[in-house]
């Protein structure tokens, strides 16, 4: 079955860039009707997603993000990316990749990475 | 896009079944939404997709208990026979040409 596995350094300093990886198990990124997406959740606090990307590239960024983030996908290994701009504390967050129906729901999340900003 | 909105906590007990909301912004009642449950410490898990006709449509393996409504602007989750692990957070998520919303999240407890 489909499964979701982020990656990437727990620990960032502010204003460098964040790094995360996001590995689909189970099942191909080349899927027609389905988007790969970002979704991070800070300590105690709500979800907020950041944005989404298909395998052919299409992109969709959440609008205060827009000029900080960066989603990637490499199709030849399966994996999608994000890269995240000038890190401050209010990015620290539990950082969720996801698969998302095209015009529907989020159906699968991945277990989550922990990133702390810190210098 | 549209903004969603649920009540911070509900409270029901063990057993019995709880209604959950989850309130579209104006200008948006036509919307499909999407419900999670995030138990604690782990990742969210779809629930159910749910239309402005009330029609919905569960997840792979969630049960009947859980189950779906709408009147107007609201879109429900309803959890029948409560149990112990439906104690949770629950989110609603909406979604406008690719771009998408969750609500602030409804934290349930179980008596």
């Known amino acids: 079955q489909l499964q979701l596995q982020e990656s990437g350094p727990g620990l960032v300093k502010p204003s460098e860039t964040l790094s995360l990886t996001c590995s689909v198990s189970?099942?191909?990124?080349?899927?027609?009707?389905?988007?790969w997406g970002w979704i991070r959740q800070p300590p105690g606090e709500g979800l907020e997603w950041l944005g989404s990307i298909y395998y052919r590239g299409n992109t969709y960024y959440k609008s205060s993000l827009k000029g900080r983030l960066t989603l990637s996908v490499d199709t030849s290994k399966n994996q999608f990316s994000l890269k995240l701009k000038s890190m401050t504390a209010t990015d620290a967050a539990l950082y969720y990749c996801?698969?998302?129906?095209?015009?529907?729901?989020?159906?699968?999340w991945g277990q989550g990475t922990l990133v702390t900003v810190s210098s | 896009q549209p903004v969603l909105t649920q009540s911070s906590s509900a409270s029901a007990s063990l057993g019995s079944s709880v209604k959950l909301t989850c309130t579209l912004s104006s200008g948006h009642s036509t919307y499909t939404i999407a419900w999670h449950q995030q138990q604690s410490g782990r990742a969210p898990r779809f629930l159910l997709e749910l239309e402005d006709s009330g029609n919905y449509n569960r997840g792979s393996g969630i049960p009947d208990r859980f189950s779906g409504s709408t009147s107007g602007s609201d879109r429900y989750l309803t959890i029948s026979d409560l149990q112990s692990d439906d104690e949770a957070d629950y989110f609603c998520e909406a979604w406008d040409s690719g771009v998408r919303s969750f609500g602030g999240g409804t934290r349930l407890t179980v008596l």
């Open positions: 189970g099942g191909s990124i080349n899927t027609r009707g389905y988007y």
């Open positions: 996801a698969t998302q129906r095209e015009d529907g729901s989020t159906l699968l």
